[in-house]
């Protein structure tokens, strides 16, 4: 039977004024899955840019969004969420989705995990997938307690994570960003520089020798500086300058490959302990109502809403 939802899709390839709201029906659980009220759908610039053209082994029509929080409609028989034991009426968070731009989900059970108290569902709804690709950008060049790294748009989403897994484990980072996020890279224990011409001398006058840079931006200002202040190509990671990362023979790291896929399912567990224990927050710059997708959508991507966007049905 089902239960009735709304759910945006992409029709056509292209931007979101070729998305519609469309009626649809999240079925009933089977074993190992569980049906999801949504109650806010986490933004990413993913979201739309995995819609903007046709990709290999993809068909339209495509349902968007790619992580909820919600409450547990119904659970398939003898099945367990990614967190262990749960009932109906738990409240969960979900990553790595598809379609979560709706008031209900039917998913594979091991992709929720019960909801982090100190977390609202629309900051919840944004922990996993900034969460995931911060955590895997310091996993990839091995930062360790005492190291100085350098990120590059430490004020964005990721940054924002980067910055905070990164004073948990007692690595200092240095961080570009614009004036107005200067106190945001501060706030969460960064040393700001702000981005430009001069960038290189700005980031060695603080004074901290650089042991690995991160990439969350993907201009050539942030891979030139970083190929200038650190020599050893492993301990140089971008999720936004692929291109560039082949050129020079840095990693490039997207959800999508495998080893990435397999990472970022592995650390969600942890991520979601931290932010139960309130060591990991998720700054909230604004919601919007579910109808209003294709304005959020539009404002996410001027790059500088000051903090995580969702959708509330």
Known sequence: MGVAAQQWIATEWGGPERWRLADTTAPDPEHGEVTIRVRAAGMNPADRKHVAAPRPGVALPVPIGYEVSGEILAIGPGTRIGSGEARVGDDVIAFRVQGGYTTALTIPAEKAFLKPRPLSHAEAANLLLAGTTAAEMLDRVHAAAGETILLHGASGAVGVMVLQLAALRGIRVIGTTSEAGAERVRGFGGIPVSYGAGLRDRVRGTGFPVDAALDAVGTDEAV??????????????????????????????????????????????????????????????????????????????????????????
């Open 224 to 313: 030139d500086v970083s190929l200038a202040l650190v020599e050893d190509r492993d301990r140089i990671v971008t999720i936004a300058a692929p291109g560039r990362a082949a050129e020079h023979g840095f990693a490039a790291i997207a959800g999508a490959q495998p080893a990435s896929a397999v990472f970022r399912d592995g650390i969600r567990g942890e991520l979601v302990r931290l932010a139960d224990e309130g060591r990991l927050v998720v700054p909230l710059a604004r919601t919007y109502p579910l109808a209003d997708a294709i304005e959020a959508t539009r404002f996410l991507a001027d790059g500088h809403p000051g903090g995580k966007l969702a959708l509330i049905p």
